[in-house]
């Protein structure tokens, strides 16, 4: 948990479409807020952060996923990016320790899926596919 325990900091790995669907969601839970944004484009994650910041000040914005995955104000990320991407934002995640919330499809391949799954296992790290309905 970060500093403030009665907050959860979620890292967005994607700021696309999907991301936006994620983050409006986030105003319903207490206590959950966007803590670091990480996207390709500095000025699309911005303008996400600001979008999203629910009163408060706006997420930190990095083009480094370093910046977000070793962030100690980070409690757990949601991935949103192209499908092909996921499986590498995934590892990363899970070697540096934080929960994933992916989008679907978790990975394309179903041997990436069981690697990942076995990695999350071994690390005892949080790994879940996310789905909208």
């Known amino acids: 948990m970060a500093a403030d ?3 959860f900091r979620w890292g967005v790995i994607g700021p696309g479409g999907i991301a936006n669907r994620f983050a409006a969601a986030l105003a319903a839970v207490p ?13 699309k994650g911005r303008a996400y ?17 370093a910046n977000v ?18 499986g590498g934002y995934i590892r990363a995640a899970l070697q540096a320790g934080k929960p994933v919330l992916c989008e679907k499809p978790l990975v394309t391949s179903l041997d990436e ?3 990942l799954v076995a990695l999350a296992r071994e690390r005892g790290v949080f790994l879940m596919e996310a789905l909208w309905t």
């Open 69 to 86: 995955l070793d962030a100690a104000d980070v409690d757990a990320v949601y991935i949103a990016t192209p499908h092909a991407h996921h």
């Open 113 to 115: 899926c069981e690697a």
């Open 5 to 7: 325990e009665s907050i």
């Open 31 to 43: 206590g959950a807020r966007l803590g670091a944004v990480f996207a390709r484009d500095p000025a």
């Open 49 to 65: 952060a600001e979008r999203w910041r629910h009163g408060g000040e706006p997420a930190r914005v990095t083009t480094e996923l």
